[in-house]
């Protein structure tokens, strides 16, 4: 539309042919933002004249000819390089907060998901949903076992419509944060706050596209699947997308409601099994190319003993280069088969017997809540790494023989009573606050899935 602008100016505001040709005809259009119009005035020196004499003529010419009222702002060469770089920064700054709202981890994309034998109907089925969503396959319903890359698909999926459409409104969570929200809204209504219900089905029914992942942690409360199945219903019957992740098919979630399973079943299932020698190997490979492992050379020969050796669980096959390489630096050895195999000592296992230990109480804790071994270790106080760290005190105190001192020794040294401080603290809050009641169920159910 420039050329209708500059034509418009020339009719309407120039005083003769030449104001024209001297000042106007000469500018471009250096970017258009949401709201403003650059202008790239090539001559430092008129900066000033075209600013005070020309700015409102091109408000309102620019609004006349696109409708739409522009700010309008005028740039040099060398500001419009410091422009740029603020566009960019606000343009990433947005971006990630678009990706916070909606819950995603920037790594999990299509582009860092390696598609092999395993999964390639997932996939394939994902991207179909990602490129059109509510279209197609609604709802999209994927499962399989621990650490195959469920939540890594989703929020690929997640990334996809947001990097294709920003304004789309899109939720990512887990069946856990739904059924605590759910708790906590009941909870805050019955103490007469009618909005907090209100607030919460806003919430969860206001989207273009839903992601809830391990639905089959949503079993158990019948007021959870009761309220999950008229959000279901309410977001499917206005074309709105939902997908669903759990570790089984909604045929074997034996808890499940008949209503709700047969409604898994309208869209497309797919699943996602353990991933086969070539697939480890690619998938090893990638992970090397993303977090630049390359300057550590780590040999042929090593990474086939980790792929043949982590068969089941992808995110095992990644800590287990963690581990190596930390070893090495450690330790100052070179990386060869030995230090792989001392790397993968605590990993490889027979699948399904595994016991439960503090250690694997901690790695499961860590993971679930998202904070690091070492601020469980730490002495960090703030609420987010003290309640973890208090239900790992629990959960050894519960499941496991460990005496405390060895849970507080675990726990990068604390003493016997704070120790026995958090096991009583979580016990007596068990008792009133059903969310970190579910949330507990949870871990338990992670630590024994039989
Ligand atoms: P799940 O949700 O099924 O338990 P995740 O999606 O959390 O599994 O995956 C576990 C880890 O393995 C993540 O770090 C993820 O990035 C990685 N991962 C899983 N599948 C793949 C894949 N096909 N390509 C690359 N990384 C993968
Ligand atoms: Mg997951």
């Known amino acids: 539309n420039w050329p209708q602008i500059l034509k418009k100016m020339k009719t309407e505001y120039c005083s003769s042919n030449i104001a024209y040709t001297t000042w106007i005809e000469p500018l471009t259009v250096y970017e258009l933002s949401e709201d403003t119009v650059y202008i790239l005035v090539k001559l430092k020196a008129s900066l000033e004249h075209i600013e005070e004499k020309y700015m409102l003529p091109f408000k309102v010419c620019i609004a006349e000819v696109t409708g739409y009222e522009y700010e309008v702002s005028f740039v040099t060469e060398d ?54 969503p509510g279209d197609i396959y609604n709802p999209l319903f994927i499962y399989g076992g621990v650490g195959l890359g469920k939540t890594h698909l989703m929020h690929s999926i997640a990334h996809h419509i947001l990097e294709k459409d920003s304004s789309k409104k899109v939720l990512y969570v887990t069946s856990e944060t739904f059924t605590n929200e759910l708790i906590d809204a009941l909870k805050i209504g019955k103490n007469g706050n009618e909005l907090a219900m209100t607030t919460f089905r806003e919430k969860y029914r206001n989207n273009d596209v839903l992601l809830i992942d391990d639905i089959q942690f949503i079993i158990g409360k019948e007021s959870t699947q009761e309220e999950f199945f008229h959000t279901f219903n309410h977001l499917h019957v206005s074309g709105r997308q939902i997908i669903i992740s759990s570790d089984k098919p909604p045929k074997d979630i034996e808890t499940l409601e008949a209503r709700l399973r047969t409604r898994f079943e309208w869209g497309l299932i797919a699943d996602i099994s353990s991933p086969d020698y070539e697939t480890r190997m690619a998938i090893l490979r990638k992970k090397e190319e993303l977090d630049g492992l390359e300057r550590y050379h780590i040999p042929d020969d090593v990474m086939q003993y980790i792929a043949n050796n982590i068969k089941s669980n992808i995110r095992e096959l990644e800590g287990s280069l963690n581990k190596l390489i930390a070893l090495s630096n450690l330790e100052k050895k070179p990386i060869d088969i030995a230090l792989a195999a001392e790397a993968l000592k605590d990993m490889i296992s027979p699948d399904n017997i595994r016991e439960i230990t503090p250690e694997l109480i901690m790695d499961i804790v860590s993971e679930h809540f998202n904070v690091s071994i070492a601020d469980l270790k730490g002495r960090k106080r703030n609420a987010e790494i003290v309640l973890p760290r208090q239900i790992i005190m629990y959960l050894c105190r519960e499941m496991t023989d460990t005496p405390l001192k060895a849970v507080g020794a675990l726990l990068g040294g604390k003493d016997h009573a704070s120790i026995s401080h958090g096991v009583k603290k979580i016990a007596a809050d068990l008792e009133t606050d059903e969310a970190l009641s579910n949330t507990v169920s949870i871990i338990r159910k992670k630590l024994n899935p039989l």
Do not use: W
């Open 79 to 132: 500001n419009a390089v410091i422009h740029r770089k603020k566009a960019i920064a606000a343009k990433k700054q947005k971006s990630s907060a678009v990706l916070e709202s909606a819950n995603l981890n920037p790594k999990y994309t299509f582009d860092t998901f390696v598609v092999g034998s395993n999964n390639n109907f997932a996939h394939a089925a994902s991207l179909a949903v990602a490129e059109s």
